[in-house]
């Protein structure tokens, strides 16, 4: 989608529709828009729409459309709300074949800043034209689309950003929900090489030669039940500043999860190709911060394994080593996002990074604790973690951050190596994980874990979005590295 901005008013637009914010019944447009806001007050007395989350309706008219859409009461409102509201109704104008979009340059809503509206509006609008149809053999080649800011606009900075960002996750959403026999982890490699090179980013691939000189005995483990063998995938944004330490991004990619021996249920493991959303919402900040050519250094490192219960795949009771040289007593081979992550972490402590953030569908207790409205996190630092939670209300995308008592580590214990993959009492899932980790990230580096199980992924279709990938973690993070520019 081209995202652009306009002095014209919005009222004289020649698009295909005009798309309005309501928060309930009241409009959320600027001061100057009175003749459009009285045609909307008749509109509503004759309608059934009430401005809720998601709601959508469209007034034919001469020349351009309108399109209505919800973000709900005041009271509920957090700025994910506008960004799905923009994705709905580009979404539904895509769907009555329209083309061409027009939004005022600003908006009446407390708590939203200018540039984080165009940010949300824009970013959303783009990920209103997704959809996934690799497979579809009546699939009709994409239109292409528009969304024009319309108004007086001081600082053009968040609409190139919108542009940025909305390019990056569409480029990457279609890997992302492929399934696990069309994006093993050669051709995610393969696909972040091109990638890279397109966005003059840096790409290391290692392959099991590599990784066994290494000695990363964690993802290799992983992938022994696979065909496929296992790739570590470093990206480089160089920034601008030689000087400064590097953030270190990592994610969890595991392209299909079987469970390996400990073998999960059939029903509902068709979607375990989700398993792999870590990664891509790495590989997405990435691009997002080539994109946008910000000055701080980032890396991103992606664990790609599969996790298959073939013949020569590990086993409960197996004792494996990681990079950093501890040992781990592999309890539960279901429990293998852990063992591909200890080795990452290990290599990303290696770069002397400013800041280490993981992101991973770890567990299903964090699916329990808060569902799919936010995703758990959990740190060595309160004050990179209050950064990350901050920016995830910037960008529409929230965290809680749950505790890491040393009882939690305590948990992880192993009598016969250093650590389990899983702990001795059973609970705390998400919190006795997160231990884990730690215990392969040095005190003295700052660090977060984003545990993204119930966010990264729809099972249901939303207004906004079709089922499969959401690349949760990529907005925020994008988000809290532009402020550490």
């Not at 979009?101 to 939203?112: G, R, Y």
Request: a neutral charge; glycine letters at 10%.
């Amino acid at each position: 989608m081209k995202i652009s901005a306009s002095s014209t008013p919005l009222t004289e637009q020649k698009k295909d529709a005009l798309i309005l914010f309501f928060q309930g019944l009241e409009n959320t447009l600027p001061d100057g828009y009175e003749t459009l806001k009285s045609e909307l007050s008749e509109l509503l007395e004759k309608s059934a729409f009430k401005g809720e989350a998601g709601q959508c309706v469209i007034f034919p008219r001469s020349g351009t459309q309108l399109i209505l859409v919800g973000i709900g009461p005041e009271k509920y409102y957090y700025n994910g709300l506008l960004e799905q509201a923009a994705a709905t109704a580009v979404k539904a104008g895509k769907a009555a074949g329209l083309k061409s979009f027009a939004v005022a340059s600003e908006i009446n809503l407390s708590d939203t800043s200018e540039a984080d509206y165009q940010l949300l509006v824009g970013r959303g609008a783009a990920w209103g034209t997704y959809a996934f149809n690799t497979f579809k053999s009546d699939a009709k080649k994409s239109s292409a689309f528009s969304l024009t800011f319309c108004g007086a606009i001081k600082d053009r900075s968040a609409i190139k950003a919108a542009q940025a960002q909305g390019k990056a996750l569409l480029s990457t959403a279609d890997l992302a929900n492929l399934p696990g026999n069309e994006a093993p982890p050669a051709k995610i490699a393969t696909w972040a090489k091109k990638m890279a090179k397109e966005n003059g980013l840096t790409c290391e691939i290692m392959g099991k030669a590599e990784l066994t000189k290494k000695g990363c005995g964690g993802i290799l483990a992983v992938a022994q039940g696979s065909a496929q063998d296992a790739r570590m995938i470093v990206l480089k944004h160089a920034g601008t500043d030689p000087k400064a330490k590097p953030i270190v991004l990592v994610g969890k990619t595991v392209t299909f999860d079987s469970g390996g021996i400990s073998l999960k249920p059939g029903k509902g493991m068709g979607w375990m190709k989700y398993d792999k959303c870590g990664g891509m919402a790495v590989l997405t900040a990435m691009q997002m911060v080539a994109r946008m050519n910000l000055k701080v250094p980032v890396i991103g490192i992606l664990g790609a394994a599969e996790n298959m219960p073939g013949s020569q795949a590990i086993r409960p009771g197996d004792i494996i080593k990681a990079y950093n040289g501890k040992t781990v007593e592999v309890l539960n081979t279901d429990a293998e996002g852990r063992l591909v992550l200890m080795d990452a972490l290990g290599l990303a402590a290696d770069m002397k990074p400013k800041a280490i953030v993981d992101l991973a569908t770890l567990t299903g207790a964090c699916i329990v604790a808060l569902g799919s409205s936010a995703a758990a996190i959990l740190g060595n630092d309160v004050k990179l973690v209050n950064e990350l939670i901050g920016s995830g209300i910037d960008a529409g995308e929230r965290l809680w951050e749950l505790p890491l008592f040393k009882d939690y580590t305590d948990d992880m214990k192993s009598d016969f190596a250093d650590l389990s993959n899983l702990s001795k009492s059973g609970g705390a899932g998400t919190a006795t994980a997160a231990a884990f980790l730690q215990e392969f990230v040095p005190e003295d580096i700052p660090w977060a874990h984003l545990d993204i199980a119930g966010t990264a992924w729809l099972e249901s279709p939303k207004p906004y979005q079709a089922p499969g990938a959401t690349l949760f973690g990529a907005r925020l993070l994008a988000q809290w590295l532009a402020a550490q520019d």
